[in-house]
C-alpha cells in the first residue's frame, strides 16, 4: 500500500425537519450523503467517513420510541448493501455510522466499514452511551434510550489503503479504547460525531489531537452543522478535521457549511513519530491493573 492516502470527511446539515417521518429523514439524508461522498472520490478520496447516525437528525435529542423504526441491521439492511455498491463502484472505503438494529429490538450505535470493493469488513459498536440534559427544555443525549453500550470491541479493519479503527462520538472522551485500537495498529481512527456549542466545543480541539499523539496515528473527527429543529438544542459546529501523529491539523472544515473536507495522511511520518515516540514500548501495562478495579 502507498504511504499516502487520501481521507474524505463529510459534514452536513440535517434539512427535514424532526417531526417528519423517519423514511421522509432517511431518503433525503441518502441521497444528499450520496452525492457527498460522489463529490469526495471527485476530489480524490480514497477513505471516506460519514457523521455518526447520518441519515436522520440527531433525534436522541428526545425521547421517542419514534426513531427506533430508523434501525436497520447490519449487514443486512438496505442502507449498508446500498453503501456496498457505492463503494464498490468508486473504489472507495467508505465508514458508514447508522443506527443497528439486531434481532427484534436490540439496538446500537453502529459504524459499518466497507472495503473498496464493496465487500463488509465489519462494524464497531459505540461503546459509552452518555445520557445528559442540555439546557432547561429537556432536550439532551438521550442515548440510553436508543442504544445498548457496544459489545464487539475495540476492532481495527485492514482496508484497501489503511487498517481503520472507530470510535464514536462520546467516546472520545475516553482514553483508554483510544489506545487499544493503536496496540491492534490502526493508522488513521475516525470518529463521526455529534455534538453542541456550549457543551463540548472547549474540548473538540484538545482531546483528539491529544489521542492522534499518544498513540502515533491519524485521527479523522467529523462534525455535523446547523440546528434541527423543533429541538434547537445548540448549535453543531462543524470543524471536521484531519490531524497527524504530531497533533498538527491537516486540514478543518467551516463550522456551518455542508463541506466535503479533504485531507492526505502520510503512513512514513507515522513510523517516523513512533521511532520517536516510543509510547508502546515504555509503557507499563503491568501497573495499570487498579484501573479496571477501583470503584467511581
Avoid at 464493496?118 to 440510553?144: A, C, M, S
Avoid at 483508554?176 to 470518529?191: H, Y
Avoid at 470543524?239 to 463550522?255: E, I, K, T
Wanted: proline letters at 5%; a negative charge; hydrophobic letters at 35%.
Amino acid at each position: 500500500m502507498a504511504d499516502n492516502v487520501v481521507i474524505g470527511l463529510i459534514q452536513a446539515s440535517n434539512d427535514v425537519e424532526g417531526n417528519q417521518p423517519v423514511e421522509v429523514h432517511k431518503q433525503k439524508a441518502i441521497e444528499k450523503h450520496i452525492k457527498l461522498v460522489r463529490e469526495a472520490k471527485a476530489k480524490g478520496a480514497q477513505i471516506i467517513c460519514l457523521q455518526e447516525i447520518f441519515y436522520g437528525p440527531y433525534f436522541c435529542s428526545e425521547q421517542n420510541t419514534k426513531w427506533y423504526d430508523a434501525a436497520e441491521e447490519i449487514p443486512n439492511g438496505p442502507t449498508t448493501k446500498l453503501f456496498q455498491e457505492v463503494a464498490k463502484e468508486l473504489g472507495v472505503v467508505i465508514v458508514l455510522p447508522i443506527y443497528e438494529r439486531e434481532g427484534i429490538a436490540t439496538y446500537y450505535n453502529t459504524a459499518a466499514v466497507i472495503d473498496a470493493d464493496g465487500t463488509y469488513l465489519g462494524k464497531y459498536r459505540k461503546q459509552h452511551i452518555p445520557h445528559v440534559g442540555v439546557g432547561n427544555d429537556g432536550h439532551g443525549f438521550w442515548e440510553k434510550f436508543y442504544f445498548k453500550p457496544g459489545n464487539l470491541g475495540y476492532q481495527v479493519f485492514d482496508t484497501a489503503f489503511a487498517k481503520v479503527g472507530v470510535y464514536i462520538c462520546y467516546d472520545r472522551h475516553f482514553p483508554e479504547g483510544a489506545r487499544i485500537l493503536g496496540l491492534k495498529g490502526a493508522e488513521i481512527v475516525f470518529n463521526p460525531s455529534a455534538t453542541v456549542a456550549g457543551l463540548s466545543e472547549y474540548l473538540w480541539k484538545l482531546e483528539q489531537p491529544a489521542h492522534a499523539v499518544a498513540n502515533g496515528y491519524y485521527l479523522g473527527a467529523i462534525n455535523r452543522v446547523g440546528y434541527e429543529g423543533p429541538w434547537n438544542m445548540g448549535e453543531f459546529y462543524g470543524q471536521s478535521y484531519l490531524v497527524d501523529p504530531r497533533g498538527n491539523f491537516v486540514v478543518m472544515g467551516s463550522r456551518d457549511k455542508d463541506e466535503v473536507i479533504i485531507g492526505e495522511m502520510n503512513k512514513k511520518m507515522i513510523r517516523e513519530v513512533r521511532d520517536l515516540w516510543q509510547f508502546y514500548r515504555d509503557r507499563r501495562p503491568e501497573t495499570y491493573q487498579e484501573m479496571t478495579e477501583l470503584l467511581p
